[in-house]
């Protein structure tokens, strides 16, 4: 995997939550199968890679589970924990061990740091000093830890993007489009049998190109979709403390795509430049 730059590398702080488990057990959900069951364990306080500071974190327990037509028997065999940041929504590899309890219930944040994690800022000293020098103005960052942190969002927020693209892409908006294309064929074909003859058949082909576009445009759409409303919200306010250039988001987009990372090669690059020069937009859709 190689060194990296950033202390309390984010490697480890990965979620371990087994995608291709996951999708097996959708491949197989019409009648019975396995599916990722999530339990909620409680609440704890950690230091954010992404939000820079200290969060509450939810933590959940995922399990796969044997199911009969969508119904999960129990809580399944341990796949690993999950622990997701209430502030920006990132998943992180949950590692109950590591903290002295977990809180039933959501508490104050310095009352959920000293019940949960009181040596939090001992655990990350390292990377809080990076932190320091990021909100800096003097702060000077080597060329090896800019380029860890740039990556550092995208490599924590990959897993979400391949749970999402290994399965159908197809919702709402593109069921509602393939009932357009219907729509907008059968009525094309409806007023072709009116026309002359030599222009009918036109109409109608029309009719239906129209409509398989409107589905075309929707499938491409939905990709945009999950980006702007899923990924950038927690995406975009990580990446803006570190001010990237265009060449710099090309590249770790690249690094990702050569490591096999949906993510590198589904997130459009022009769209996130976008979204980083628009603060107020993102600001209000969280
Ligand atoms: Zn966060």
């Known amino acids: 995997m190689g060194l990296c730059a950033i202390p309390e590398c984010y490697r480890s702080r990965r979620t371990m939550y087994d995608v291709a488990a996951a999708q097996r057990g959708r491949a197989f959900f019409i009648f019975w199968g396995t599916k990722a069951v999530r339990r909620r364990l ?13 969060r509450c974190f939810k933590l959940k327990r995922v399990g796969m589970a044997g199911h009969i037509y969508g119904i999960a028997l129990g809580e399944g065999q ?17 590692q109950p061990e590591r903290y002295r309890e977990i809180a039933p219930k959501k508490l104050p944040l310095p009352e959920l740091a000293a019940r949960t994690n009181p040596e939090w ?23 090896q830890v800019r380029q860890a942190l740039l990556e550092e969002p995208f490599a924590l927020l ?13 919702d709402g908006p593109t069921a509602l489009a393939l009932v357009g294309m219907f729509v907008v064929g059968f009525v094309a ?9 030599s222009v009918g058949g036109y109409v109608a082909l029309a009719g239906w190109i129209a409509g398989l576009g409107l589905v075309a445009w929707q499938l491409l759409e939905i990709k945009h979709r999950y980006f702007r409303d899923k990924i950038f919200p927690t995406l975009v306010p990580a990446l803006r403390r570190l001010k990237p250039s265009a060449a710099e988001i090309e590249a770790v987009l690249k690094t990702m795509k050569s490591r096999g990372e949906k993510i590198g090669s589904k997130l459009d690059p022009k769209r996130l430049l ?7 937009q993102i600001a209000a859709a969280r």
């Open 189 to 197: 074909t409806a007023i072709s049998e009116k026309l002359p003859e």
């Open 78 to 94: 341990l796949v690993g924990h999950v622990m997701t940041c209430e502030a920006c929504d990132v998943d992180l590899n949950g």
């Open 274 to 280: 976008e979204a980083l020069q628009a603060p107020a």
């Open 121 to 143: 800022q001992r655990v990350h000293t390292a990377r809080l000093a990076v932190e320091k020098q990021i909100s800096s103005a003097f702060g000077k960052l080597s060329a």
């Open 158 to 170: 990959a897993p979400k993007v391949e749970a999402r693209f290994s399965v159908s892409q197809f």
């Open 42 to 54: 409680g609440y704890l306080a950690d230091y954010c890679p992404l939000c820079g500071e200290l």
